[in-house]
């Protein structure tokens, strides 16, 4: 009879389930995905293989179903609802504020009506917010990092600006023509959803609960050791001192980050119905999470 101890080396070591993880080298992302990226946590029977991209490449990578775990903008969900789920941690809102558009003029009272605007990419949800506001624009796609330069050169007439040029486009000369998620906010009262987390559909079930009660953990990691967080994330701040990167991430890791809750789906829906009527987005969907 074998011994208890011979019975134990028998049995089959469970292989870790190895998944892409995608997302943006920006300081919120960064910062939400620290304790996972430092194994601060544990991640059980999984490993992940992190791969930094900006934004609308990873839009463009999800219509493909290249990642299994990666950031979208909401405007690219109904483009790829076929092939993944969001998960119910991760989203960025902006409460009363958002993408940023930007101009050289001093006074900017006429309209964006037939203007060129600079845009971070068809897909970007600042663009989905921006038709919303404007339909008639001409719009030029630019890498997010370039758009303040591009506005400044006199090479488009405004810009749409996301991420930390949200915060340091006055240091190119700049002036704010509007806030699209304060806009957003007067029209509906709701939070502006730009972006989240989705999992391809094709995972079993039990890997998708598992991932996302990982990311949530590794968000509350973040948000309870704040400090230590925020140090590994300037690193992918583009140059921001401390006090600045600090102010950017807490504008979109937030309580909503941790779980949109009932407000964020609505916020969420809301953005795909209005996009639907307007005729921008191709079909109506319901969102659809990992529960």
Known sequence: MPSSHMQKANQ??????????????????????YALATRKIGVRDLSFTHCLEDIESLNRKALEGVYDITAISFHAYPYLEDKYLLLPSGASFGDR??????????????????KRVAIPGKMTTAYLALQLYEPDVDAVVTPFDKILDTVARGEADAGVVIHEGQLTYAGSGLRKVMDLGEWWYQETKLPLPLGGNAIRKTLDSHTQRAVAALLKESIQYSLSHRDEALSYAQQFSRGLDAATADRFVSMYVNDWTLDYGQ???HAVQELLDRGFQKGILPRAVTAQYVE
Not at 14 to 23: C, I, M
Not at 100 to 106: C, K, T
Request: aromatic fraction near 10%; glycine fraction near 10%.
């Open 12 to 33: 089959t070591v469970p292989r870790a389930v190895g998944l892409t993880l995608a997302h943006s080298p920006d300081s919120d992302d960064a910062f939400m995905f």
């Open 97 to 114: 504020y958002g993408p940023l558009v930007v101009s050289r003029a001093r006074s900017y009272s006429d309209s964006l009506k037939g």
């Open 263 to 265: 407000i964020g789906r």
